[in-house]
């Protein structure tokens, strides 16, 4: 793999006719197998990258392949700042192929707290599964935490219902919780499910009653 992935950076070193580039890749990377082209693009130069992300709709590779060069292109893009033009490109790539991988990336940076409000507005108009709408309730109660803000009854009642034992953890010890939700979280909890983490959620409530 390593060869053929060191021809296709090589392309870039000596060509720059855009056509002769992709034809040259679509015969080097029909080469080997599709396991092996799945694993390709963490070893591509950013240059190669770029070009790829920006001829995609040319490339002769399967979609699972053409999704893991897009995916691994944001990915390396997006650090600690993002450019709002970077991130609508990611958004209208993902409205365009529902890469369910671009949107484990907006999850990702939600979880990091490095996008802008624009940005997560942005987002919430393009994504909506379960998946995103847990991380997106949990970005939302992490700045209430951030700014002092008690989390009310209801917001405790969601962030139960997701699951999202650590925030509220978080949020009890820094006295993030109103007295109703202390209240709710000291409660004996007789459910099998999770009962070890709720039982240290109640614990550490009725240390706040």
Known sequence: MEHVVQEINDLFVFNDNADILLEKFNQLINKVELNIQMEMHSLLSLEALKFFYENRARLQISDEVKEHLVWWYFKCKFNEFILDSEFQDLLLV????????????????LKANILSVNQVVDADSVFSSKAYKRERYAHSCQIDIMKGNKLDLSKVNALLNFRLYPLLESAISKDCISKEGIQLLSMPYLEAADKKIRLKLANLAQKYL
């Open 94 to 109: 993902y409205k365009e192929t529902q890469y369910i991988s671009l949107e484990s990336i907006v999850i990702s940076l």
